[in-house]
């Protein structure tokens, strides 16, 4: 399978500033509703609050292939959101499982080195499969 075509998925993990998950949860609501309306590779989109600490958030994503996310990063509504995350949160981290090709690893470099924003990326081993009907 091509890496460029393949479903993979993003996790993104959110701490929000103390006094603001409200603000927050307003934002992430802008943006999944942006997302789904304007994303068709964004196969899933979920936004979930660790039970354990209530400053804690967590975004899933699953992607349709690498145009997908290059997508999502470009969305105006998502840029928007990064920005207001700023305000209001005090970290994000995101961890990406699947295979993504070298040059949107290389894109995904440039501009999260620019924002800021850390990422691990999990390259997928010789295990492993993607459901051909994940793909139609």
């Given at each position: 399978?091509?890496?460029?075509?393949?479903?993979?998925?993003?996790?993104?993990?959110?701490?929000?500033?103390?006094?603001?998950?409200?603000?927050?949860?307003?934002?992430?609501?802008?943006?999944?509703?942006?997302?789904?309306?304007?994303?068709?590779?964004?196969?899933?989109h979920n936004f979930d609050a660790d039970p354990d600490d209530p400053l804690q958030f967590t975004w899933?994503?699953?992607?349709?292939?690498?145009?997908?996310?290059?997508?999502?990063?470009?969305?105006?509504?998502?840029?928007?959101?990064?920005?207001?995350?700023?305000?209001?949160?005090?970290?994000?981290?995101?961890?990406?499982?699947?295979?993504?090709?070298?040059?949107?690893?290389?894109?995904?470099?440039?501009?999260?080195?620019?924002?800021?924003?850390?990422?691990?990326?999990?390259?997928?081993?010789?295990?492993?499969?993607?459901?051909?009907?994940?793909?139609?």
């Amino acid at each position: 399978m091509n890496p460029k075509n393949s479903p993979f998925v993003l996790i993104a993990r959110v701490r929000v500033r103390p006094g603001k998950v409200d603000d927050y949860l307003n934002i992430a609501a802008e943006a999944d509703s942006a997302v789904q309306q304007t994303e068709p590779g964004m196969l899933m989109h979920n936004f979930d609050a660790d039970p354990d600490d209530p400053l804690q958030f967590t975004w899933t994503e699953i992607y349709r292939d690498d145009e997908s996310l290059i997508a999502h990063i470009n969305n105006p509504p998502v840029q928007e959101y990064g920005k207001k995350h700023l305000e209001l949160a005090e970290s994000i981290e995101v961890e990406i499982y699947g295979t993504l090709a070298d040059e949107t690893l290389n894109f995904l470099n440039m501009a999260w080195a620019e924002s800021g924003i850390p990422f691990k990326y999990f390259k997928t081993t010789s295990v492993g499969y993607v459901r051909d009907s994940l793909l139609s």
